[in-house]
């Protein structure tokens, strides 16, 4: 299923986000190993609660960074990060 704005991801099952302090960034632990992100990711993902839509995510990363024109990264993060299983929408 394609993720559009109207998308209200959450972090797929099996995985688990939280903040390494040690690598100074958010990771994905799985029972398999672990997905060091970089920030921009991390950003995102920390966002898809399972409650907020994309706009929602996308309205407040620009609010969060100062910045516009994120719809088009974060729906590209977003598809990416549905085909890995990283993250499930309705």
Same mark, same amino acid.
């Given at each position: 299923?394609? /993720? ?12 688990? *986000? ?10 994905? *632990? ?6 060091? *992100? ?16 994309? /706009? /929602? ?17 974060? *729906? %590209?993060?977003? %598809? ?7 993250? /499930?929408?309705?």
């Amino acid at each position: 299923m394609e /993720a559009t704005l109207a998308s209200v991801p959450r972090v797929g099952r099996g995985f688990r *986000l939280q903040f390494e302090p040690a690598q100074a960034c958010h990771v994905l *632990l799985y029972p398999e190993g672990m997905v060091k *992100l970089n920030q921009p990711a991390g950003e995102i993902m920390k966002r898809c609660d399972g409650e907020k839509t994309i /706009a /929602a995510v996308v309205a407040d990363l620009e609010t969060a960074f100062s910045t516009t024109g994120l719809e088009g990264d974060v *729906l %590209a993060f977003v %598809a990416m990060a549905g085909q890995q299983r990283w993250l /499930a929408w309705e």
